[in-house]
Nanobody, 119 residues
């Protein structure tokens, strides 16, 4: 059974940093794309960042470029989202998800971890 488990959320002040982790298990993800999404209170889910498990390509939403970095530790089967210079508008529940490279939909989802940025 495929599992993605997020951790690392919490409360941080404006300008602070957090590192989110997404532990993946249950299959080989070598041909998968792993993404981070977020959903703020009262808003729809939005794309944040993604990368191919092989590590060759990374993608970011314009709103987080230069502040967030996605990376992976293959030995730990974990994908990270380093978030720096956090802003109150980054407050959301953050989810990681997986899809086949070239696929249209993210098939596997974690349950999310909450990030709150205080002003």
């Amino acid at each position: 059974q495929v599992q993605l488990v997020e951790s690392g959320g919490g409360l941080v002040q404006t300008g602070g940093s957090l590192r989110l982790s997404c532990a993946v298990s249950g299959r080989t993800f070598s041909n998968y794309h792993i993404g981070w999404f977020r959903q703020a209170p009262g808003k729809g889910r939005e794309f944040v960042a993604s990368m191919t498990w092989s590590g060759g390509n990374t993608y970011y939403a314009d709103s987080v470029k230069g502040r967030f970095t996605i990376s992976r530790d293959g030995a730990r089967n974990t994908v990270y989202l380093q978030m720096n210079t956090l802003k109150p508008e980054d407050t959301a529940v953050y989810y990681c998800a997986g899809k086949l490279v070239g696929g249209n939909e993210y098939k596997y989802w974690g349950k999310g971890t909450k990030v709150t940025v205080s002003s």
